[in-house]
């Protein structure tokens, strides 16, 4: 294994010819190399090789001087005592983010299970989008890795290769820094599929000699038809790499023969015209292979890849690709965005940058929509994977869409109302059926409809590939059937609130209504309401939020309790009911009498309490004296269980009191006392006092029967204008 030093980087730097900040650079290895001391790699070389080795592979990507710094620095603040602020203090914000950025990544925990990998992607992907160089040294710091891993475990090796397949080469691809993603996929099948592996190496290894001599006269065959029209141009010869021919043998099942792109030869020159006027040369000097030729420069690919490819054979019946491109898209194809920061350094504003990046953020846009784990995964595995079709509208418009997409796909990428009216679709003019995968190159006219009455198909969720599309159908749905959602959110809502005595007059409330939709994120109390509607939102998950706003909001004085029980609806038990309505447990017949602290209603849950000489007296259990009381060793054993005898409780009545929280309105006293009368309950007391100004506490103490009873009055006056809260007194 090599070990890397700071000479090999310096000479990387030197030769790159680009001017870097060689003090800084310095300045991250002295301290990188002083608090890695001691430490080694498994493979026994000394630390600091690592991280150099990765400041050298994204030199030659052409990255800046704070991605050096960054990648000489990535991993100190994991694996030494050094911490983020220092690194901040001596090379500045810049480079402590990306620092920190790569950190962050790789404490990431991969394990095999699939919505795990989803969810690690996806942070990837945010991170990415808040600073994409942090994916680049991370992709650095997996290639040197990956190029070092032979001294690891097998399992390890297969572990990363897995991941470094499903993660980090189809980020390489879709940035497009070609270079990297090949050496990445072939390391990788290297570990996962050895047999393959060594089998196609045997294949290429068989022709080497032969290889080289073919590619050198095609090449020169090449160059001597061009010599009198251009001078000075620059042809290059590559072979396949070993994983882009085993997809092509293992996954769409074809011989080494049948691949034609094993060999390619590649033109590169100044200007798009020269590279059509090549291209017509080059079909007259070989013979054309049917349906080979690609025109990736008028429809370029999804990742920014633009170049001719046409597949031609000479004599000895050999296919070989011919690429044709412009320096600028040359630049592009093989470093991707990193050629961003190679050629293009000093250019800023918006450019293709900007482009790239606009996939990622869809991505993670639709990874916000999507409603489950399952979701994301397919979204990540449909979105991510390499392969792309390009189909086109009538007019000519190019759609991609990822492998395996249907009409339906299509019908939505072009528009969500083209999708929502979707009745039937033409393939190249012949009508075909809803779920018909599409493939590069058809033309696809979607045959609509006006008609009111239509509507997308629930099936078509099953049927579509893009995440795009399934979350159209979806809003669709929820959207339609928004009336129904509101009304049943609104009628769980005003459930819970009654449960919890959230009661308010209908302005107030409405005011409250909003203040907490807001809170929840909603723009309007009937958003919030649909979401409780359609179960987006968890009543029982936000009550207790609620009502603490509420108290703080409309509450001066504690609430009476937490909560009240619902009405304890068995059976009583065997013992006979005593004249008061109340069970007390183990006495037959005792005098009972209601404590006045908690005035507890039937209904309410109850506790006795053995008096010296007055017999027992019946709490509330919630009541703060028993709260008080019961652990007290010396009172423990006087308290003993009771129970409301239903039948008998109906007919007596019960000392209850209520705070009213009014405002100042004139009149509010008389409507309460009005209210009172209308609902037939005697007013035992009535007690008025000036809380703050503007605002009074009405205190009222009436009979009644049950808790049913209480919540029917409480409901009642909370109707009356100028009301703000109604409670039952906690004493
Ligand atoms: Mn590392």
New binding site residues.
Partial sequence: MKYYQIEDLLDVIKKSGKSYEQEKIMAAYQLANDAHQGQCRVSGEPYIS??VA?AMILVNLGMDSECIQAALL??VVEDTDIPLEAIEKKFGKDVALLVNG?TKL?KISYTSREEQQAENVRKMLIAMAQDVRVIIIKLA?RL??MRTISVMPEQKRRDKALETMEVYAPLAHRLGIRAVKEELEDISLRYLDPVAYQEIERMLELKRGDRQAFLEKIKSKIRDRLASEYKEIYIDGRVKSVYGIYRKMYIQGKSFEEIFDIYAVRIIVDSVFECYNILGIIHDLFRPIPNRFKDYISTPKPNMYQSLHTTVIDKEAIPFEVQIRTWDMHHTAEYGIAAHWKYKAGISGKDKLEERLAWIRQLIENQKEADDVEDIVRSIKSDIAPEEVYVFTPKGDVISLPTGATVIDFAYAIHTAVGNRMVGAKIDGRMVALDTPVHTGQIIEVITTNSKDHAPSRDWLKIVKTTQARNKIRNWYKKERREENIEQGRSELDKEFRRNMITLPENKMNEFLLSVAKRQHFDTVNDFLAAIGYGGVLLSKIMPRIKEEFVKQYRTAPPAADELPEINARPPKKGKGTSSGVIVEGLDSCLVKFARCCNPLPGDEIIGFVTRGFGVSIHKKDCQNVVNSINDPNNAERWIHAEWAMESAKKEHFKSTIEILTDDRIGVLADISIAFSSMRINISSLMARELKPGNNMVTVTFMVSDIDQLNFIINNLSKIPGVVSVARSAQ
Wanted: glycine share 10%.
């Fill in positions: 690592h991280p990765v990535h991993d790569v790789g710091d040197h890795n």
